[in-house]
């Protein structure tokens, strides 16, 4: 469980492959975009601090979080990317909604992974209050899109090695 002031999104470039080979999809919900804007801000400068072009990072605006997985498949379709972040936000309510939304985009995000050979990383914060995901968004808590950014180019390099 993260801690009060404690930055989650420290990383050490020198220990990463280069981003610089590799095509980036981010597909972003505009439903929190006070949040989710921030996340991408973070995942963007990951991605570039580690190498990428800015030329290959190709960002998709989708209407909300459960759209973020129709947006990753079509992306996966046309675009040739070689790994998508999906970033969203759903701050829980006082209806069944939080749970539903939260699973659904969580499933759908596990079976692109299974039924495509790129790489889908999940950036869905599911925070109980807005407060929650201010600090994961570049707050006190640093930035999940950095996290994310990290994490897909991991991911790319995993791909691009087991392509060959």
Known sequence: MATANKN???YDKTQ???AK???FGIVVS???DH???GLYQGAEAALL???ALQENIVRWNVPGSFELIYGAQRMIVTQEVDVVITIGCVIKGETMHFEFVCEGVTQGI???NVQTDVPVIFCLLTDNNEQQSIDRSGGVHGNKGTEAAIAAIKMAD???KTMQ
Do not use: A, M, V, Y
């Open 8 to 10: 989650l999104s420290n």
């Open 16 to 18: 990463l492959p280069s």
């Open 21 to 23: 080979e590799f095509k």
């Open 30 to 32: 505009e439903w929190n």
């Open 35 to 37: 949040i989710t804007n």
């Open 49 to 51: 601090d580690c190498g």
């Open 110 to 112: 596990k079976d692109l």
């Open 158 to 160: 995993l791909r691009s």
